[in-house]
């Protein structure tokens, strides 16, 4: 238990660097050689459904965030909650249009405060979201020729994978620079001794693979789903920790038992000082929002899968027939930006085009699909992932009874109903 020692340590601080949709196999060794190296499970494919999961110790499925529109209930805001620490959500790169302390994400997260790093005080817990690789990369956010994300991807269709991998590299040295000028700060504040600090991502990015799919949000898949984590601190040497994964979830029953604190409900990850995992779960349910349209929902993305260190397997619940259509619909008769590098590929390899397509349309439909080399049968996969949700099902519908009984008691209703 390699982080065992940070128990010892009077760590009072703790300093969560969200490189946004960083993907596990690009993380600068400029940052890996300075501490404890975990390869991780992202609990979701894009930042709405997992910095809940980050905060509160527990998978979509539990937390019930899944899209931009649903909020994180109070009582699993755990990282936001442990007693006596000043806490802060901090998004200076992410949300450039808001002040730091007000983002989407501040939305479904109850509105937490935000305080810089040069002015939170002691003890806290400082949570930032930079940028990290997320499009349009190495631009500011939203500022790629008037355009966003859709006209960088139509760009770098035509430019091509390598050129688009090459701008990713760049947006992620940018997002390290951020990073050490955040470290600079508890250096001058003389913290460095008293702070750990969790270096990780939300999620992972596609650059182009199967077919020309890019960006995040879908399909469970390595490139989306492993993302690193690095605890740094001056008692960690640098270590990679081979053959096991850590997940979102562990972060908030770690923290809490380095800081000596109990946590305040049950959660689905481990303390890390204590234990180690093997396996870990992702979900993405629905789309970005809401909707109340029958065919969006008869249509509603929802794929579920499971890690190891080796691999993992992907399952896609909507039909695959609907999904296909679904799919083929999105990219070529609609046209969605999201697939705009993907038909400029096309363009760009036209003898490959029809394997490229049916590549990306498969990675997105198909029912279940086998990535890498997983210890895990798809057997084993399957039922300990319906097994989850089968539970995560009853515990929403406790809290749900819980809730209730709480409303009522607090109008009074309890105590009218028991005396008759
Ligand atoms: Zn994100």
Redesign the pocket.
Known sequence: MVLNILKSQNIENIVIFIC??LRWDYVPSSVTKRGVLFKTVASSL??AS?FPSIISGLYPPKTGVHTWEDKLSKKFRGLFEIEGYNSSLWCETTWTNVPPDKSDIHNILGNPRGYSLDEIESPFIYIE?DKGG?CPYGYPSGEYMGGGCSEFFKEFGKKGKSKLINQYIKGIEQSVKQFYKREKVLKERGLLENTLIIFSS??GELLGEYGGLTH?NRPPCPELVYVPTIFIHPSLNKYYSDGSVIRHVDFYPTIASILNKKVLYEQDGVDLTRHTPSVGLNFRFGGYFRSNSKIKNLMKYEASSIWDFQGGHAFHDLNRYKAFSFFFFKIFIQKHPRFNFLRENLKNNPNSKFKDCFKAIDHLSLPHIEYLRPQLSKSTAKELINNYLKESQEYREKMKIKNTIGNLIKKGNITGILKK
């Open positions: 946004d949709s894009y930042t997992s979201d997320h939300d999620h995040h």
